[in-house]
């Protein structure tokens, strides 16, 4: 008896067939995880941006910045408070220049970046809910309200997700 081992060009065929219906269902399922967790990354930036407006409130006594650049003093001083010239009170929420990363002296962390378009901006102001557009893909805007002069009564955060605009709308003491 003459007995050769191996496969058949049938078995390998049928393995061959498994393994593309195996890649046909995991790659749709791994680019939507993708982009469920630039979404979270982005919800996550929004929940900074909203601590740390938390945080410019309590050093404003309550007032948030009618701008991203607005500086703690600055918002005391149209208030009528004492200015202090040491620490958090020489800081803005984003910098002096408020977009693609925060600039020195600011609240929000250095390392904070847009999680889907790196290069884009990270944070911006605005005077309305946005539209979703591709090319702000992970910005987080802040909507002041009540604004009378540098100071605000209160925000609404939204976040540009990868394909819409985030649902969670973050406002001011929640």
Same mark, same amino acid.
């Given at each position: ?14 393995? +061959?067939?498994? @393994?593309?219906?195996?890649? &046909?269902? %995991?790659? #749709? ?6 982009? /469920? ?55 803005? +929420?984003?910098? @002096?220049?408020?977009?693609? &990363?925060? %600039?020195? #002296? ?6 904070? /970046? ?61």
């Amino acid at each position: 008896m003459n007995r050769k081992y191996g496969f058949t060009l049938v078995e390998l065929l049928i393995v +061959i067939v498994i @393994i593309g219906i195996l890649a &046909v269902i %995991s790659i #749709p399922n791994f680019i939507s995880m993708v982009s /469920r967790a630039k979404d979270a990354s982005v919800k996550g930036n929004m929940h900074i941006v909203q601590v740390t407006l938390e945080s410019f409130s309590t050093l404003t006594e309550g007032y948030y910045p009618s701008r991203l650049d607005i500086t703690v003093n600055q918002v005391r001083q149209s208030l009528n408070y004492g200015t202090i010239s040491t620490g958090d009170y020489t800081k803005s +929420i984003a910098g @002096i220049d408020p977009g693609t &990363v925060p %600039s020195s #002296p600011c609240l929000l962390p250095n390392n904070f /970046r847009n999680p889907i378009r790196p290069p884009n901006f990270s944070f911006s102001s605005t005077s309305s809910r946005p539209s979703w557009n591709s090319n702000l893909a992970g910005c987080v805007f802040v909507k002041e309200t009540g604004v009378n002069g540098s100071a605000a009564m209160g925000f609404v955060i939204y976040g540009m997700g990868t394909r819409n605009i985030i649902a969670d709308t973050l406002i001011h003491g929640k």
